[in-house]
Structures are given as structure tokens and as C-alpha cells.
């Protein structure tokens, strides 16, 4: 709940950054900052942690080109060629796909109560949104392609790296994706550093920025992979659907935006599929000599 808070507050300081930093720009920052704070903080960790095999280090630096590169660039290339509205839309399947490549994987045995509680919660995070917005017209198909590939990107993240996440600590980890994941954003990124004037950025402008670093990237990143390695990727996927909600109450606070019956009943679908999705099923009780009661 605490990540999706986090990523929540992207839109708000996104919406002020943005009209003063470039995309890519702004995701460079991202990845340095998560690859220098997260890395200070990880190092006594680091220093315990046992030498990385070389499998290793190849699946941390596949894990930070689905989690890190892929899950950041998409999105903004696929939002800058789509509309806000198509890519809430298809955020919202990044569940569904991870659901689906968690049984494809053998990593989560999708119970009952979760292939019911998903369609659930997505039902109430589609109630939330304006589908008479959706564009799918040629001129925004690449953009929701790309919007597409992210989600695919990211719930392959969240699949993929339960298994390292069972042999290592959470916090190295996450040092180690965004190490890997600094370089080629940077490098994407390098025709804009090189336009880039940092006194052109207003005060405001350097707070979002700031306010970015700390909240959907330093916080949400490092609570995610500790998250995941104590939860499976579909539990922490289904969580995603907090997010409309999150911008539902923001939009109440900062803008004034009384929330309509609408957002009420989709609030209670998604908290009922979050219920039905991530809280296990009541295990039998013992009858005090060692066997359940049946």
C-alpha cells in the first residue's frame, strides 16, 4: 500500500516537472539518485553480502532492463505518443499480465479467491476512469504499444525477481538494478543532459524534482523489492489498483474535486478484490495433538 502511495504522487509532482525537465532528463535523475542513495545505503549490506556469481549479476542486470529501463522509458515514450487516459487504462493490466506470467512460470498457483478478486478490483479501477476518453485511433497505436510492452516489462520484473529475492537481501538488490539500470538511461538520456540548464528550472520546479526522487522513486522502488521478497509478484501487482485511488483522493485535496457516488462504489469493488486477491485463506486450526480438525 505504502508503493502504491508513493508511485501515486508521481502525477503530482510529474505535472509540475515536466513543464520544466525533459522526460528523459527526469528519468536520468531518477536513475542516478536511486543508483547513489540506494547504493550509500545498501553498502554495510553489500559488505555481508557473499560475492555475486556471474549468473547473478546477469539476471540483476536483466531484472533492472524490465524493472528499471523498461518499466521507466516505456511508459514516458508511450505516454508522449498516447493520452493519459489510454495508458491508465492499460496500467491497469499490469495485474492480469502478472497473474498470468506468475502460473505461466510456476512462481504463484493462482487460487480461487485471486482469479476472482483481480477481475474485481480491475472492475472498480475501470469504473473510476473515463473510457469515453480512449483514443485507439492509429494516431496514438504506437504510443499504447509501447504502453503495453511497459506493463509486460514490469510484471516480468515483479515475476522474475522473486527467485533472487529468496537468496539475497532486498535492499542490495535494489542497489544492484539501479547500478544497472543508471547506464543505458543515461545513455538514452545524454542528447538532453548535454541541451540541459539546470539555472532555467525554477525553485518549484527543482521541489517536484526532488519531491520525485524521494516518493516514486528512492521510497517506492526500495518498499517494492522489500514487499517482494516477502510476498508473491501477483499479491504485489493486484496492489496497483490503489493507484486510481490514490489520484481520486489527491484530486479531492489539492484541486477541490468532490468525490461522485462512482468513486465510492469503485473504492468498495477494489477493496473487495485487494481483500479477496492478497489475504490467505483461514488455515485449519489445530485440535492441540497435532492434526487439523476436519
Same mark, same amino acid.
Not at 29 to 43: K, Y
Not at 87 to 115: C, G, N, Y
Not at 269 to 276: D, N, P, V
Not at 279 to 294: D, E, I, K, V, W
Given at each position: 500500500?505504502?508503493?502504491?502511495?508513493?508511485?501515486?504522487?508521481?502525477?503530482?509532482?510529474?505535472?509540475?516537472?515536466?513543464?520544466?525537465?525533459?522526460?528523459?532528463?527526469?528519468?536520468?535523475?531518477?536513475?542516478?539518485?536511486?543508483?547513489?542513495?540506494?547504493?550509500?545505503?545498501? %553498502?554495510?549490506?553489500?559488505?555481508?553480502?557473499?560475492?555475486?556469481?556471474?549468473?547473478?549479476?546477469?539476471?540483476?542486470?536483466?531484472?533492472?532492463?524490465?524493472?528499471?529501463?523498461?518499466?521507466?522509458?516505456?511508459?514516458?515514450?508511450?505516454?508522449?505518443?498516447?493520452?493519459?487516459?489510454?495508458?491508465?487504462?492499460?496500467?491497469?493490466?499490469?495485474?492480469?499480465?502478472?497473474?498470468?506470467?506468475?502460473?505461466?512460470?510456476?512462481? $504463484?498457483?493462482?487460487?480461487? %479467491?485471486?482469479?476472482?478478486?483481480?477481475?474485481?478490483?480491475?472492475?472498480?479501477?475501470?469504473?473510476?476512469?473515463?473510457?469515453?476518453?480512449? $483514443?485507439?485511433?492509429?494516431?496514438?497505436?504506437?504510443? $499504447?504499444?509501447?504502453?503495453?510492452?511497459?506493463?509486460?516489462?514490469?510484471?516480468?520484473?515483479?515475476?522474475?525477481?522473486? %527467485?533472487?529475492?529468496?537468496?539475497? $537481501?532486498?535492499?542490495?538488490?535494489?542497489?544492484?538494478?539501479?547500478?544497472?539500470?543508471?547506464?543505458?538511461?543515461?545513455?538514452?538520456?545524454?542528447?538532453?543532459?548535454?541541451?540541459?540548464?539546470?539555472?532555467?528550472?525554477?525553485?518549484?520546479?527543482?521541489?517536484?524534482?526532488?519531491?520525485?526522487?524521494?516518493?516514486?522513486?528512492?521510497?517506492?522502488?526500495?518498499?517494492?523489492?522489500?514487499?517482494?521478497?516477502?510476498?508473491?509478484?501477483?499479491?504485489?501487482?493486484?496492489?496497483?489498483?490503489?493507484?486510481?485511488?490514490?489520484?481520486?483522493?489527491?484530486?479531492?485535496?489539492?484541486?477541490?474535486?468532490?468525490?461522485?457516488?462512482?468513486?465510492?462504489?469503485?473504492?468498495?469493488?477494489?477493496?473487495?478484490?485487494?481483500?479477496?486477491?492478497?489475504?490467505?485463506?483461514?488455515?485449519?486450526?489445530?485440535?492441540?495433538?497435532?492434526?487439523?480438525?476436519?
Amino acid at each position: 500500500m505504502a508503493v502504491q502511495l508513493c508511485f501515486g504522487a508521481f502525477p503530482v509532482f510529474g505535472k509540475i516537472a515536466l513543464a520544466e525537465v525533459s522526460p528523459f532528463v527526469l528519468a536520468a535523475f531518477r536513475a542516478v539518485a536511486g543508483a547513489l542513495v540506494i547504493g550509500l545505503l545498501a %553498502r554495510p549490506r553489500l559488505r555481508r553480502e557473499s560475492a555475486l556469481s556471474a549468473r547473478e549479476h546477469a539476471e540483476l542486470f536483466g531484472l533492472a532492463l524490465l524493472g528499471i529501463v523498461g518499466n521507466q522509458v516505456l511508459f514516458i515514450s508511450g505516454l508522449h505518443r498516447s493520452t493519459a487516459t489510454n495508458a491508465a487504462l492499460i496500467s491497469a493490466m499490469i495485474p492480469v499480465f502478472t497473474l498470468a506470467l506468475a502460473a505461466l512460470f510456476r512462481v $504463484d498457483t493462482p487460487s480461487l %479467491r485471486r482469479l476472482v478478486g483481480v477481475p474485481l478490483a480491475l472492475s472498480g479501477a475501470l469504473l473510476l476512469m473515463n473510457l469515453g476518453q480512449v $483514443d485507439l485511433s492509429s494516431r496514438t497505436a504506437l504510443g $499504447d504499444a509501447m504502453l503495453v510492452l511497459n506493463c509486460l516489462s514490469y510484471a516480468a520484473f515483479l515475476v522474475g525477481s522473486r %527467485r533472487i529475492l529468496r537468496r539475497r $537481501d532486498a535492499l542490495a538488490v535494489t542497489a544492484w538494478l539501479f547500478r544497472y539500470g543508471a547506464v543505458p538511461i543515461l545513455a538514452l538520456a545524454l542528447p538532453g543532459l548535454l541541451r540541459f540548464q539546470p539555472a532555467e528550472v525554477s525553485a518549484t520546479g527543482w521541489a517536484a524534482v526532488a519531491g520525485i526522487l524521494v516518493f516514486p522513486t528512492l521510497a517506492a522502488y526500495s518498499l517494492n523489492i522489500w514487499a517482494l521478497a516477502r510476498t508473491g509478484p501477483s499479491t504485489a501487482a493486484v496492489y496497483v489498483y490503489l493507484q486510481p485511488l490514490v489520484a481520486a483522493a489527491l484530486a479531492w485535496a489539492v484541486l477541490g474535486e468532490r468525490p461522485v457516488p462512482r468513486t465510492v462504489l469503485a473504492a468498495l469493488l477494489i477493496f473487495a478484490g485487494l481483500a479477496l486477491a492478497t489475504f490467505p485463506a483461514r488455515r485449519p486450526q489445530s485440535n492441540g495433538a497435532g492434526r487439523p480438525n476436519r
